[in-house]
């Protein structure tokens, strides 16, 4: 019993005199609503009567303005009144008639509270069925969870009932539910697009699709840790632009669907999680390996198979820690990895968060594991805003006797990763060359003192006399002593390189010919590089 604009301009108590829009008189009317703001969108629906006194009018431009605004809106009709200019402006007309808006006159002596009064039983008797259908669904959709359904079998016939087709996807693009195929370009644009969204819900379109989007937030509550809903009109066939765009009311009747399928799914995460995090103070030490063994198989890993080792902060965003933990679960689940457990390692609330994948028959490679964690970060990145997630992977092992080495080799490429620049590094173990990785685990403030000793009197020197005895160094050492062959580089004469190395040996006390203090001023040099190189 839904009351149609044609229905309410024939009320003859109001008087009301369509001015332009015959063929929208078929369009459903849900509400009414009064306003004079210029820009009255964000407190629009859908199908909606505005009435408005015209008071936002202050020249012909502005009636342009209002309605395209509540054309975009996709309201049912404006209702004019004319008290303040004694007249509806031609302009406000043609507007309506350019963006196919109906208009209609309501008479000065016709006030909005009539207007609002005569429409309000049709109104709220359309709200009451649709309340009813709504809360009937909603007890079906939970009787059928309680059995055991889950959401992406129930989702494809309530979106159907809704006339929509929908999508729920975490951030990282891993599509969880939905009722039609969604190309991943088109996943990954609307991951980005929720990821970077000024408020919720939003509109895009996405090939052209009017798409309205939206979070399931989880915890913690941050996009990164949400699900994003995405609602499309139905259409008849494949994914082609068709139809305006969906209803509010049937993205928020989808939204209270999804949040029951949410809170279950974070019960369950955190059973899981306080069997991971016992994995975690295993790995840091807390018990045998008889023990890490049993704690790895209640995860369910087998402690036989093969293993990679992740490691992983989040640093420049305030949020809880568990959000460092929530990004890598999501981006190692988005990989379609082997199983993986997630734990946070005991200690500083900026600890790393580590994850061990494993369990395939094989056991994964650390090249696999890296490059498919990028492709997934490279998703998340969009969120990341100040921060930066820093990721370092180890090699492969085999079996659980493996996993303490690996989560330190892990560790150490983490150091690495971190000191690389960019919102997200990913650096595997054997990206970093052998010195490199022993000098990860050295303390920063010892890097920065052994390299102070060595070269700060080389560096002084080049700042005061205009020289460049550090890179007359590294280049001797790069070719590993030959003096011919670094003058050759260098482009200078031999007798030059030598009284250039002369310098460096005075003034760093430091005798060249000797292997091991090439060896210490060789670290130096690498302890100023970015890590990796």
């Not at 059928?144 to 975490?170: F, K, N, Q």
């Not at 369950?268 to 018990?287: P, T, Y």
């Not at 920063?444 to 390299?451: E, L, V």
């Amino acid at each position: 019993m839904t009351m149609l604009l044609r229905d309410a301009l024939a009320l003859p108590a109001l008087r009301l005199t369509l001015l332009t829009g015959d063929d929208g008189l078929d369009r459903p009317v849900t509400q009414v609503f009064v306003t004079d703001l210029p820009d009255p969108r964000r407190y629009l629906c859908g199908g909606e009567v505005v009435l408005t006194g015209l008071m936002w009018r202050r020249g012909a431009t502005d009636a342009e303005n209002f309605v395209r605004a509540c054309a975009t809106a996709r309201v049912a009709a404006i209702g004019a009144g004319h008290a303040a200019l004694g007249r509806v402006p031609g302009d406000l007309v043609e507007a309506c008639r350019r963006h196919g808006v109906p208009l209609f006159e309501v008479p000065v002596e016709v006030s909005f509270r009539e207007v609002i009064e005569a429409f309000a039983p049709s109104v709220w008797k359309q709200r009451a069925n649709g309340l009813a259908t709504v809360l009937g669904r909603q007890r079906g959709v939970v009787a059928a969870m309680t059995a055991g359904a889950r959401l992406p079998d129930l989702l494809p016939a309530i979106a159907a009932d809704l006339g929509v087709r929908c999508w729920l996807l975490s951030p990282a693009g891993r599509r969880i539910a939905g009722t039609a195929p969604l190309p991943a370009p088109a996943a990954r644009d609307l991951c980005a697009a929720f990821l970077t969204a000024t408020r919720l819900p939003f509109t895009t379109r996405v090939d052209g699709v009017p798409v309205s989007v939206t979070a399931i937030t989880g915890s913690p509550e941050h996009r990164m840790a949400s699900w994003l809903l995405a609602c499309a009109p139905a259409v008849p066939q494949g994914w082609a632009p068709s139809g305006p765009e969906p209803g509010g009311d049937a993205l928020a009747e989808l939204v209270d669907v999804v949040a029951l399928e949410r809170t279950q799914a974070d019960e369950a995460e955190r059973v899981e999680q306080r069997l991971a995090d016992q994995v975690g103070r295993a790995l840091a030490g807390d018990g045998d390996e008889a023990d890490l063994r049993a704690r790895l198989r209640a995860c369910g890993l087998s402690p036989d198979r093969g293993f990679v080792a992740l490691a992983a902060t989040l640093t420049g965003l305030r949020t809880p820690p568990a959000l460092a933990l929530a990004v890598l679960r999501e981006a190692v689940r988005a990989t379609g990895l082997p199983a993986a457990v997630t734990a946070a390692l005991p200690g500083a609330p900026d600890a790393p968060v580590l994850a061990v994948v494993g369990d395939a028959a094989s056991g994964p490679t650390a090249a696999g594991v890296a490059g498919a964690l990028r492709d997934a970060l490279d998703v998340l990145a969009a969120g990341l805003g100040p921060g930066r997630l820093a990721v370092g992977i180890s090699t492969a092992g085999r079996a659980a006797t493996a996993l303490p080495g690996l989560v330190q080799e892990a560790t150490h490429a983490l150091r690495a990763a971190a000191a690389r620049p960019g919102p997200v590094a990913v650096v595997r173990s054997d990206e970093v060359a052998s010195h490199l990785m022993l000098l990860a685990g050295v303390p920063a403030d010892t890097q920065r003192a052994f390299r102070s000793r060595l070269l700060d009197p080389l560096t002084g020197y080049d700042r005061q006399h205009g020289t460049d005895l550090v890179h007359t160094l590294n280049a001797f050492l790069s070719a590993n002593g030959a003096w011919r062959r670094c003058a050759e580089s260098l482009h200078v004469h031999v007798n030059t390189l030598r009284y250039r190395i002369g310098q460096i040996e005075r003034l760093t006390g430091r005798d060249l010919d000797r292997f091991a203090d090439r060896v210490d001023l060789f670290l130096a040099l690498r302890l100023g590089e970015p890590s990796g190189s």
